[in-house]
């Protein structure tokens, strides 16, 4: 979960980078996956184009607005920044060559949709339910505006409309409005937890990782072009200059329960002391993000507020029956750290935001749809996000719980189980409610700059 909330840390980082000789091509990479721009609102589109000369007329006047890495780190920071995203569908629509669209892996082929098995996207997830056309072969594109608030998102937003519509044969499928909820000091999402509290650092960025975190991870494992943790690069979607410097972005909205939440922990605390223990076990972390490993018995918010510190644990060591940290706990399932081999393949970037309105607290559930709209970027769908989905998500059996899945974001359904180890007996909650459910997704693929305008120079029959 990535919230929309002013950012701090990288991007001072980045601006103060060294560039050396094999070092990231910053000018050439979408900003998205790299730094967030210091934004409190966004609006995502979902577009379809009706012919190839249409998606390219619509392209061409739009890549100049795209926001880069490299623009990012620096001083020169613009209201808004636009990133851009196209499936495999709107690549092919694009008129890219059939030899070329045959090169990409086959999950990103497929489409999110039609993977739905392997992500474990069943019952009330099911993409039969999805809105927004997010479903639809006919969706091919994603552009995200970020803007530093409302008013300039609207700005932005009458601006794109305007656009669209002097383009012709470009329709928008659907939009989804997001803005940060308050307090807005810290990012945190509609159940109350801290979020932003732990994030891979990318070899090469210059950026030091905060203690806990584990080792700068290599480029190659975000973006499609360089050394990964097994070597050089390899396999990559022809031809280059349309893959490199691209990322993989699998795209999901999910609805919050916070009524049914709330619900929850009434049911199982008898005080609000109670209540907030079971929710820190629900996630792993208390809300003010300070996590169970280090304080088991008792919230510490200047712990969850350190950056420093809140990440530097582990669980083998530290906490190997789950007396703090439940094994089937969210963040224990998620980021296994220790627990776990080959890690370093499974890491992913996360971005995203809030949308809609908050619930105030003792207000029973309104109906109103709120929730997460968030992105897991990658140079592998399959090895990272779906391998996080198929197994850290939904395999009742990990960490051989037997019939346990995520308690946030797991697709439950009322017949999973939560263990609580405690000596010197356990607590076992029987029959887990659906906190989360999926709206909609899809895969996109992010291009690098170069890309882009070698993708808006396309000509039919060529």
């Known amino acids: 979960m990535g919230i929309l909330q002013h950012s701090h840390g990288i991007l001072g980082d980045l601006t103060e ?31 379809t184009f009706e012919r190839a000369t249409a998606g390219r007329e619509w392209l061409t006047g739009l890549i100049d607005k795209v926001g880069t890495a490299s623009a990012v780190g620096s001083s020169l920071l613009d209201a808004r920044w636009v990133t851009v995203g196209f499936t495999w569908n709107g690549l092919q629509t694009f008129g890219v060559a059939e030899t070329s669209l045959a090169t990409f892996p086959e999950e990103f082929r497929q489409g999110m949709a039609a993977r739905a098995g392997v992500l474990g996207t069943i019952g009330a997830n099911h993409p039969d339910h999805w809105v927004g056309g997010l479903a639809s072969p006919n969706l091919h594109a994603i552009v995200v505006l970020f803007a530093r608030d409302v008013a300039e998102r609207e700005r932005c937003r009458g601006e794109h409309e305007r656009y669209v519509a002097q383009c012709g044969g470009v329709e928008v499928l659907s939009a989804l409005d997001l803005e940060a909820i308050p307090p807005f000091d810290y990012a945190h999402e509609h159940f109350g937890y801290r979020d932003r509290l732990s994030q891979p650092v990318i070899e090469g960025t210059g950026v030091e990782p905060t203690p806990g975190s584990g080792p ?101 060591k530290m906490d190997p029956y789950g007396y703090g940290c439940p094994l089937g706990a969210h963040i224990r399932r998620m980021n296994p750290r220790d627990t776990a081999v080959n890690m370093n393949r499974r890491k992913m970037i996360r971005r995203g935001g809030t949308y809609g309105p908050p619930l105030p607290e003792g207000v029973p559930d309104d109906g109103i749809e709120r929730g997460i709209a968030a992105f897991v970027g990658c140079a592998s769908l399959v090895r990272q996000f779906e391998f996080a989905m198929n197994v850290w998500a939904n395999d ?24 609580i180890p405690k000596r010197p007996i356990r607590k076992k909650i029987k029959g887990l409610p659906a906190f989360t459910t999926i709206r909609g997704g899809a895969y996109f693929f992010l291009p690098g700059i170069k890309a882009l305008r070698y993708l808006a120079s396309l000509r039919d029959g060529v």
């Open 216 to 316: 700068p991870i290599k480029p190659g494992e975000f973006f499609l072009g360089y050394p990964d943790e097994e070597g050089p690069a390899a396999g990559l979607p022809q031809p280059e200059i349309l893959s490199r410097n691209g990322s993989y972005v699998a795209y999901l909205r999910m609805e919050e329960h916070v009524g049914a939440f709330r619900d929850f922990l009434r049911a199982h605390g008898e005080t609000p002391e109670q209540q907030e223990l079971i929710a820190a076990k629900l996630m792993g972390r208390w809300r003010s993000g300070a996590p169970l490993v280090l304080t088991p018995d008792r919230d510490d918010p200047t712990l969850g507020a350190d950056s420093q510190r809140r990440n530097d644990f582990n669980y083998a």
């Open 396 to 419: 009742p059996n990990f960490h051989e719980l037997g019939n346990e899945r995520d308690p946030i974001f797991g697709t439950q359904d009322g017949t999973f189980d939560l263990t």
């Open 17 to 47: 980078r060294r560039e050396e000789p094999d070092s990231l091509e910053f000018d050439d990479i979408q900003h998205f996956l790299m730094a967030r721009p210091p934004a409190l609102a966004a609006r995502y589109e979902f577009l």
